[in-house]
């Protein structure tokens, strides 16, 4: 039994993968496993996640699959039928685009493709992976070598807006901590891989939720699995 999660690029799968090492250990001892697969980049992934993701649930009756796109950027989007300006309208594109493909593709009749549906979780990193490692400050600062007090951005950390999503956060932090270049595929398995309770990160020391919709997501593959994340 599998839980496919469908990302953009190759930096989330290598991040989450850092993050998810011991959940994905206490899946496998119960017969599950995560495999999480790049579709190369946002476009690419409008056009591939429909057929992927509803040939993985039409394939194996036990298996999951979710949806984790990059909410930024969209306005490039707006004149498209993929079109979204918020979580809700992103999360409505994936999931038509997998009951297409479950109808015209793999000839589901409308019912069996919305019971088939249910197998499918459409979701997002708000706004991008990034916004995972302002969760994890204490281990950012560690790859970061310093000191000082880092949270100076807004809080819940996935609540960064479009002109300055987490990657420009952690891109200036880079710069004016490291004095060097951020490097998605190198730095974001740095820091993550540090983090040893995933429930700090979705919690900031004085309790605050700083990533709903992240946890909303392992919650979903949580109760399907029978296996916690945290």
């Given amino acids: 039994m599998k839980v496919w999660v469908f990302v953009e690029g190759e930096s989330d799968r290598i991040a989450l993968n850092a993050l998810w090492a011991s959940w994905q250990t206490r899946l496998g001892k119960k017969g599950w496993g995560i495999q999480i697969h790049p579709l190369v980049d946002k476009s690419r ?3 591939k996640i429909g057929h992927r993701a509803a040939e993985k ?3 194996d ?7 984790l ?7 490039e989007y707006s004149h498209t039928d ?3 300006a918020d979580l809700s309208e992103l999360k409505a594109v994936q999931t038509r685009l997998v009951r297409d493909a479950l109808q015209t593709v793999f000839n589901l009749p409308p019912k069996n ?6 197998r499918f979780c459409p979701s997002a990193l708000k706004h991008d992976l990034e916004a ?3 969760a994890a400050v204490d281990e950012l600062r560690q790859v970061l070598g310093t000191e000082e007090t880092l949270g100076k951005w807004r809080h819940p950390v996935e609540d960064q807006n479009q002109q300055k999503p987490p990657k420009y956060v952690v891109e200036e932090l880079f710069r004016t901590k490291k004095g060097r270049s951020y490097r998605d595929t190198r730095h974001a398995k740095v820091v993550l891989e540090k983090v040893t309770d995933i429930k700090k990160l979705l919690f900031s020391s004085s309790g605050q939720l700083e990533c709903p919709v992240f946890k909303e997501t392992m919650d979903w593959i949580a ?4 296996i916690p994340a945290y």
């Fill in 113 to 118: 493709a919305e019971a088939t549906l249910a």
């Fill in 69 to 75: 796109p990059d909410l930024y950027p969209n306005a």
């Fill in 223 to 226: 109760a399907r699995t029978g």
């Fill in 45 to 47: 992934y409008f056009r």
């Fill in 132 to 134: 995972l490692l302002l």
């Fill in 61 to 67: 009756e036990h298996d999951l699959v979710v949806g």
């Fill in 57 to 59: 649930i039409v394939h």
């Fill in 82 to 84: 993929c079109k979204h």
